[in-house]
Nanobody, 122 residues
Framework: QVQLVESGGGSVPAGGSLRLSCTASGYSVSSGCMGWFRQVPEKEREGVANIDSYGITEYADSVKGRFTISQDIAKNTLYLQATNLKPDDTGMYYC????????????????WGQGTQVTVSS
């Protein structure tokens, strides 16, 4: 059974930083396509960043240069380092994983975590 557990969210002022973590069980973070999504009420879920088994990363234009996705294989954990946070970055952040090894621009989301809330104040 695959489980993804996010942590690291919180409330920060604009310009602040957070590191989100997604610890996997029943799934190897180095073996598949994984990504971070965010969602705010009444808006569609937005893909933020993804990484695949080849280490290829992709980012939404809105976070390029500010967010970094990475993996710690020993801890079987996916990270999202978010810097220079803006109020528009506020939302529930979800970790997702695919059974596929390549993302090819899209995280299908075969498995999802429960989310961690990020709130950025102006």
């Amino acid at each position: 059974q695959v489980q993804l557990v996010e942590s690291g969210g919180g409330s920060v002022p604009a310009g602040g930083s957070l590191r989100l973590s997604c610890t996997a069980s029943g799934y190897s973070v180095s073996s598949g396509c994984m990504g971070w999504f965010r969602q705010v009420p009444e808006k569609e879920r937005e893909g933020v960043a993804n990484i695949d088994s080849y280490g290829i990363t992709e980012y939404a234009d809105s976070v390029k240069g500010r967010f970094t996705i990475s993996q710690d294989i020993a801890k079987n954990t996916l990270y999202l380092q978010a810097t220079n946070l803006k109020p528009d970055d506020t939302g529930m952040y979800y970790c997702a994983a695919d059974r596929r090894s390549r993302c090819l621009g899209v995280v299908q989301g075969d498995y999802w975590g429960q989310g961690t809330q990020v709130t950025v104040s102006s």
